[in-house]
């Protein structure tokens, strides 16, 4: 054993490298997370999935959602947005008329052709977003003039990336998975990315039949069925309160109803507790009163 310390030295380097990377780096970055605060409100982000929901965590994890779902939303910065509140006396025209008027004046120049196309296809419908630009002096300067004219508006500041808004509204943080054990974040997108599927379709009934039969609710969708979360039985003396309602083609023979076992329930309860829609200071927005109806 004329290399037996080389051997060893060579060891101790391999594992003692990997543990230093992957265990104690880890933890000396997150290790310590806690609550994050919710941006102008006294409430701490995230709460503790309620204990359904934290079992559903289970059941995702052991039917393999994670393997075409992400769970973390990506964004590439974030924009000023001026959303136009109250005209007061001012009538639609005459407001489009002193927008045009300040398409002269350089700070907005970068955005006029913007500000036109906007304004173009505008009926004097309110609240409406008027500006949305990554350059903050430029809302400023915007939102300066509106005030000045009387006109009420409001700038907000939203996220911006391919993810948003189709799938959330901020980017995911480590926060968000503080209560996950083990945190699913996925890395192929066959489907839709889940970070925010409980903002985006909180309907309980929805969900289950999805589950049960995807093609249902997308047709030609590529998510399996899963049906064996589901049992089909004889209908008793009355219907199950929990039964699915399903169309012709997917229903179970005459007499029979589907209803889903508890491992659905708590999968839904999971989905449905999916949420990123708190700002936070990593992750700020301020909420929009126009952009969803
Ligand atoms: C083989 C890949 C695959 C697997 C496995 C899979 N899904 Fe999907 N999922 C998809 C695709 C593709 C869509 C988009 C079409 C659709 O809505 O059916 C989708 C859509 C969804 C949606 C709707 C999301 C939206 O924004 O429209 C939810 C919720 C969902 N899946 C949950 C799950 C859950 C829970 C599991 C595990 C029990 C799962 N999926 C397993 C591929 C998959």
């Not at 509140?85 to 913007?114: C, G, R, Y």
């Not at 699913?184 to 049960?212: E, F, I, K, S």
């Not at 329930?265 to 126009?290: C, G, M, N, Q």
Request: aromatic share 8%; proline share 7%; with cysteine.
């Amino acid at each position: 054993m004329r290399n037996g310390f080389a051997v060893f030295f060579a060891v101790v380097v391999a594992l003692g490298g990997s543990w230093l990377g992957f265990v104690v780096a880890p933890t000396v970055q997150l290790g310590k997370a806690k609550q994050a605060l919710i941006l102008n409100s006294t409430d701490t982000w995230p709460q503790q999935r309620t204990g359904e929901a934290t079992l559903g965590l289970q059941v995702y994890r052991a039917n393999g959602c994670a393997a075409c779902h992400t769970e973390q939303i990506r964004q590439d910065g974030v924009a000023a947005e001026v959303t136009l509140i109250a005209l007061n006396k001012t009538k639609p025209e005459d407001f489009k008329a002193f927008v045009q008027s300040l398409f002269i004046l350089p700070e907005l120049a970068k955005v006029t052709n913007t500000l036109a196309a906007t304004l173009n296809g505008w009926k004097g419908d309110l609240p409406t977003t008027i500006l949305v630009t990554d350059d903050k002096a430029v809302a400023d300067a915007m939102s300066d003039r509106l005030k000045a004219a009387g006109v009420k508006s409001e700038t907000h500041i939203v996220a911006t990336g391919e993810d948003i808004p189709r799938w959330g509204i901020r980017r995911s943080v480590a926060a968000d998975f503080l209560y996950d054990f083990p945190v699913q974040l996925g890395n192929l997108r066959v489907g839709p990315d889940l970070a925010d599927v409980g903002a985006r379709l909180p309907d309980a009934n929805w969900q289950l039949q999805h589950l049960y039969a995807p093609t249902l609710s997308v047709t030609n969708s590529a998510m399996p069925s899963f049906k064996f979360l589901f049992d089909v039985r004889k209908i008793g003396s009355a219907p199950s309160p929990d039964a699915l309602n399903l169309p012709k083609q997917f229903a179970p023979a005459d007499g029979y109803e589907v209803v889903p076992k508890l491992e659905a329930k708590e999968l839904v309860a999971y989905l449905l507790s999916l949420r990123a829609d708190a700002p936070l200071y990593e992750a700020p927005f301020s909420p929009i009163t126009s952009a969803k109806p």
